[in-house]
């Protein structure tokens, strides 16, 4: 059974529409991947990727630049991954990714946009049980054929590729994000996005609106955060 994208927690459809939402976000991308395998491109696929995006996005060369030294720590600062799990006003689980030079000061910062969304933050494993680790990417369809693609990626370890408007979304085990990638590469395939990503294993379906109200402002002012990589949410999100 199929996910749809407007159920991962990206929200990249609705980040995508907001130019510094977009600019932002892919240029974490590009932070997360020159920290993660080096500043070099042609050398670091998951880099190449980010770049190529920020190209698409039309983001200014000095940025892309900046991120990728801020990534190897060139600024003399060491960041750290960490994580924070908690729940939003009625019972969202709400999943936070951060890359940090100052701990004390991002935990703070996420505690307080809990509390005044009146959520609460939780301690690290309490969400264990609501989201799995998927590898996820997002290959453009022009020029793709979807059959071809569809056998080269499932042999390569993938568990599923659905075509959603013009991007085929993969996603499989964490085990096989290498493989794919290395598949990807051989057949000469770049994709729009290249990640490790998690997705929930059940939703939460809420109707009343100042829940709704308090979760959207939760949600934006996690992702405003410039510690603040990812946060994924476990919203059933309504379509229509």
Do not use: W
């Amino acid at each position: 059974m199929g996910r749809k994208s407007a159920k991962i927690a990206t929200r990249k459809g609705a980040a995508d529409k907001a130019r510094g939402q977009s600019f932002t976000r892919a240029l974490k991308d590009v932070f997360i991947a020159s920290k993660g395998g080096g500043p070099d491109p042609s050398t670091n696929f998951l880099l190449k990727v980010a770049v190529e995006r920020c190209k698409k996005l039309n983001v200014p060369k000095d940025n892309i630049e900046k991120a990728i030294k801020k990534g190897q720590g060139s600024d003399g600062i060491g960041y750290e991954d960490v994580n924070y799990e908690g729940y939003g006003l009625g019972g969202i689980a709400v999943f936070v990714e951060a890359s940090s030079n100052n701990g004390t000061r991002t935990v703070g910062n996420v505690r307080s946009y809990f509390n005044k969304c009146k959520g609460s933050l939780g301690v690290s494993g309490s969400l264990e049980f609501i989201f799995e680790r998927k590898a996820r990417f997002y290959i453009p369809a022009e020029g793709v054929e979807e059959d071809d693609l569809t056998l080269h990626l499932i042999d390569a370890g993938a568990e599923e590729v659905e075509k959603e408007e013009e991007v085929f979304e993969v996603f499989g085990p964490v085990d096989a994000f290498g493989s794919i990638q290395e598949k990807l590469q051989e057949i000469n395939v770049t994709p729009d996005e290249a990640a490790l990503v998690r997705t929930p294993v059940s939703y939460k379906n809420v109707n009343d609106q100042e829940t709704l109200k308090q979760f959207n402002k939760l949600i934006g002012l996690l992702e405003e955060d410039e510690d603040v990589v990812t946060v994924y949410h476990n919203l059933e999100l309504q379509e229509g």
